[in-house]
């Protein structure tokens, strides 16, 4: 196979154990020609001292003065590579993940069979569980909101949108389509800009031989405790982001009935799903406020930074 020049950009936020794992693991990949930029966004420790003497013959590392969240983070990254390396690549890669070596070898090959995809995603298992897969695609239903998971299958097809958590983009297609939409800051940005590229008539793709592990947090309490899980499994700012920000997504690309539509399922079934399980499950009413006010935020149209 030919092998396209390809940036990786890997977002740290006071996660320098997880970066450090996730470059230890781009290190041993099979793909030649690539470039690793590591974007610190803020962190308030010395990771990005650390990271810099780690990694000074690995990776260009950039160093913000603040956290411009996801998106801004990740457009400081794809900026620097467009101006400086010109690749025909950009990889959005999570920090709290591990690769398979041949991971980017996949996804490239896809993305070179056909001059209208425009954004390849793998498939994502389980780091806790690395034989169980966890996502293999997404599909969006505009009626009710949701963005949900795709039945994990053995071939690769097309699909409305793949994670954010690893997402190869061709440059020529972030020419046209632009950066991530900032004002998200994280959170479904990643499902707005596969809409965006699918509006401009290119392929979403998700590449089932493509392998990456990502340490999700384990969801009901009491299981994360059996297990051993210590990572949180909900954290207010992801409650808070995740609700404005769904708003906002059906806001700007939902129809008018749509809408509605969405608003009458959201405003019965999810409203009383969610506040029952951040009362009677997770108990913790700082949950049920941050819900609330990204509630609030989400149709107020506010946007950027809150935490």
């Known amino acids: 196979m030919s092998y396209p020049k390809v940036s990786i950009i890997v977002l740290n936020w006071n996660g320098l154990s997880d970066t450090i794992e ?26 990005a001292r650390i990271l810099s003497e780690k990694y000074a013959d690995y990776a260009h590392i950039i160093v913000n003065d603040k956290n411009y969240g996801y998106t801004g983070g990740n457009n400081i990254g794809m900026q620097y590579s467009r101006s400086h390396w010109q690749p025909d690549y950009h990889l959005i890669l999570n920090n709290d993940t591990v690769v398979a070596p041949d991971f980017l070898n996949g996804m490239v090959e896809t993305a070179e069979s056909d001059a209208d995809i425009g954004i390849v995603g793998p498939a994502i298992y389980n780091y806790d569980f690395p034989e169980r ?29 793949v994670s954010g958590c690893c997402l190869l983009i061709k440059d020529t297609v972030a020419q046209k389509v632009g950066v991530l939409d900032e004002s998200y800051f994280c959170y479904w940005d990643d499902i707005d800009y596969c809409v965006r590229v699918r509006e401009a008539g290119f392929r979403v793709v998700y590449c089932s031989p493509s392998k990456i592990w990502h ?34 997504f059906m ?29 009677l499950l997770y108990r913790d009413s700082r949950l049920l406020m941050d819900f609330y006010t990204g509630i609030k935020d989400g149709l107020l149209g506010r946007t950027g930074a809150r935490y």
């Open 133 to 161: 897969i966890i996502y293999g695609g997404g599909k969006l239903n505009m009626w009710t909101g949701k963005a949900g998971h795709i039945a994990p299958h053995d071939e690769s097809r097309d699909v409305d949108c």
């Open 251 to 279: 806001r700007k690309h939902a129809s008018g009935v749509q809408y509605s539509s969405f608003l009458i399922y959201f405003f019965s079934w999810h409203l009383c799903l969610t506040t029952s399980a951040y009362l």
């Open 215 to 248: 340490k999700v947090p384990a969801i009901i309490p009491w299981y994360r405790r059996l297990k051993g899980n210590n990572r949180l499994s909900v954290v207010p700012y992801k409650v808070y982001y995740g609700t404005r920000n769904h708003l906002k």
């Open 22 to 47: 996730c470059l230890e693991s781009l290190r041993k990949i099979t793909y030649t020609n690539y470039g690793v930029i590591v974007v610190d966004n803020g962190s308030d420790g010395d990771d």
